[in-house]
């Protein structure tokens, strides 16, 4: 499995605080690797909406889940919008299901 899979399968439990679904099932996280031989987490990862009103906590409770990760020391999440999040292409399909957007 490679660091990607790992990191998005610890992050799977972190969930978006207003869709209460998985930021993975989501599609918001675009990029995860450790550095710093394996002592810190660099995630790249998108909001539903740039305007989210809890953007600083949903990116704290991504940085605090990497931190309990094994052997990691510091982590950095990183807000991206490019590209722009697509629940249509980017989300599982469970998540297109119970969002009706099939």
Same mark, same amino acid.
């Given at each position: 499995?490679?660091?990607?899979?790992?990191? =998005?399968?610890?992050?799977?439990? @972190?969930?978006?605080?207003?869709?209460?679904? #998985?930021?993975?099932?989501? $599609?918001?996280? /675009?990029?995860?690797?450790?550095?710093?031989? $394996?002592?810190?987490?660099?995630?790249?990862?998108?909001?539903?909406?740039?305007?989210?009103? @809890?953007?600083?906590?949903? @990116?704290? #409770? @991504?940085? =605090?889940?990497?931190?309990? /990760?094994? $052997?990691?020391?510091?982590?950095?999440?990183?807000?991206?919008?490019?590209? =722009?999040?697509?629940? =249509?292409?980017? #989300? #599982?399909?469970?998540?297109?299901?119970?969002? $009706?957007?099939?």
């Amino acid at each position: 499995m490679s660091t990607l899979d790992e990191l =998005k399968e610890w992050l799977r439990p @972190v969930e978006d605080p207003e869709m209460f679904i #998985s930021i993975i099932d989501l $599609g918001l996280v /675009y990029e995860a690797r450790l550095v710093n031989e $394996g002592k810190k987490a660099e995630v790249e990862m998108t909001l539903t909406s740039p305007h989210c009103p @809890v953007a600083d906590v949903f @990116v704290g #409770s @991504v940085k =605090k889940r990497l931190l309990e /990760y094994p $052997g990691i020391e510091e982590a950095d999440v990183k807000l991206v919008f490019e590209p =722009k999040w697509d629940p =249509k292409t980017m #989300s #599982s399909d469970e998540v297109k299901d119970r969002l $009706g957007i099939w």
